[in-house]
Antibody, heavy 119, light 107 residues
Framework: EVQLLESGGGLEQPGGSLRLSCAAS????????MGWVRQAPGKGLEWVST????????FYADSVKGRFIVSRDNSKDTVYLQMNSLRADDTAVYYC????????????WGQGTLVTVSS | EIVMTQSPATLSVSPGESATLSCRAS??????LAWYQQKPGQAPRLLIY???TRATGVPARFSGSGSGTEFTLTISSLQSEDFAVYYC?????????FGQGTKVEIK
């Protein structure tokens, strides 16, 4: 059974940094692209970032480009999201997602971790 | 950026009836279209990928159709557990984009 367990969320001041982690299990981690999707309170879903299985390729939403960095450690089956220069509009639940074997839809989701940016 | 537009925003349906949800893309997609279901307080769940293929464990009452820029999710004979918010998402191009969601509520 695929499991994705996020951690690292919390309250941070504007301009601060946080690092989210997502520990994966139940599949061959290095084979699959992984990513992050966020959901602001009461709002819809917003794709944030994706990293390829090897980590060689990364992709970002314009809203986070230059501030967030996605990475992965295939020896630890973990994907990370380093979030810098945080803004109030980064406040959201951040979901870790696994890409499907068949295509690049998101076939597994973590339970999410809440990031609140406020002074 | 490919803009995804869902309609209607809210759909009121009685249990046992069917529901038809629409999703329009601002550019033509090559069937790289997924549908997700999200219940309150839960993470989204993949229902449909490739525009019409049901994900593992998804009941047959959920079906996806469409091509090009127009896609549809049909839920036949709605069950109590189907009342939720549904999102479409394109993964044809970067950035990946979601529709704003359709809430299916009990009539």
């Amino acid at each position: 059974e695929v499991q994705l367990l996020e951690s690292g969320g919390g309250l941070e001041q504007p301009g601060g940094s946080l690092r989210l982690s997502c520990a994966a299990s139940g599949f061959t981690f290095s084979t699959y692209a992984m990513g992050w999707v966020r959901q602001a309170p009461g709002k819809g879903l917003e794709w944030v970032s994706t990293i390829s299985g090897s980590g060689a390729m990364t992709f970002y939403a314009d809203s986070v480009k230059g501030r967030f960095i996605v990475s992965r450690d295939n020896s630890k089956d973990t994907v990370y999201l380093q979030m810098n220069s945080l803004r109030a509009d980064d406040t959201a639940v951040y979901y870790c997602v696994k890409s499907s074997e068949a295509d690049y839809s998101f076939d597994s989701w973590g339970q999410g971790t809440l990031v609140t940016v406020s002074s | 950026e490919i803009v995804m537009t869902q309609s209607p925003a809210t759909l009121s349906v009685s249990p046992g009836e069917s529901a038809t949800l629409s999703c329009r893309a601002s550019q033509r997609l090559t069937s790289n279209l997924a549908w997700y279901q999200q219940k309150p307080g839960q993470a989204p769940r993949l229902l449909i990928y490739g525009a019409f293929t049901r994900a593992t464990g998804v009941p047959a009452r959920f079906s996806g159709s469409g091509s090009g820029t127009e896609f549809t999710l049909t839920i036949s004979s709605l069950q109590s557990e189907d009342f939720a918010v549904y999102y479409c998402q394109q993964y044809n191009d970067w950035p990946r984009t979601f529709g704003q969601g359709t809430k299916v509520e009990i009539k």
